[in-house]
């Protein structure tokens, strides 16, 4: 791989957060911040002469995918959400399997998608609680944290350039921890 030629960092507010919008409108709109989730590569201990050695694992383990979001005064993106884990729980639908993907959009320093990072069979495991408090001095707008699970995610574009994850052998493994999945 060769030294790259675009010196520009890259910027924490350059960023789109998609998900389905017919279901979703207000979350994916409203949402002020994602974190790329990090990744694990387990390593085997191998005992030999006394010591043990160090080997690469064989599975890769992803962190959870995190959002926030502003909420709405009439708190439509909050009820989306309820909604979704209900749904999720009480199954009112038994041919929906109420996992959508989502995709993180990055932007460049000109304001253009750079990259695009795809999340698959996305659903949510936690929402966190919001705090009403009369006592503040200045209005801070309330936000949530959302936290979703999903099965994989890939690199879809660079530039324009369809990313291919390594091959793994055939199929996708159940990962550690985490979202799960992996390349």
């Not at 994916?28 to 085997?44: K, M, S």
């Not at 320093?109 to 695009?116: G, I, L, R, T």
């Not at 660079?158 to 052998?169: A, D, E, H, K, R």
Request: proline residues 4%.
């Amino acid at each position: 791989m060769a030294l790259t030629t675009n010196k520009n960092f890259l910027s924490p507010v350059g960023f789109g957060f998609k998900i389905d919008t017919t279901e979703f409108p207000n979350l994916e709109y409203f949402c002020t911040a994602v974190n790329l989730p990090g990744i694990t590569n387990g390593d085997t201990a191998v005992p030999y002469r006394g010591v043990n050695l160090a080997f690469s694992g064989d599975r890769m383990g992803f962190e959870d995918l995190s959002i926030r979001f502003n909420i709405t005064e009439n708190m439509e993106n909050y009820i989306e959400t309820f909604n979704w884990m209900h749904n999720l729980i009480q199954k009112k639908d038994a041919d929906k399997t109420y996992k959508n993907d989502a995709t993180l959009l990055i932007y460049s320093s000109h304001n253009n998608v750079n990259q695009e990072i795809r999340f698959y069979d996305v659903f949510p495991i936690q929402l966190s609680s919001v705090e009403f408090n009369a006592q503040g001095t200045d209005i801070e707008y309330l936000q949530a944290d959302l936290v979703l699970k999903y099965t994989s995610f890939e690199f879809a574009s660079i530039q324009g350039v369809t990313q291919t994850p390594p091959n793994t052998g055939g199929g996708q493994s159940g990962g550690s921890g985490g979202g799960g999945g992996g390349y």
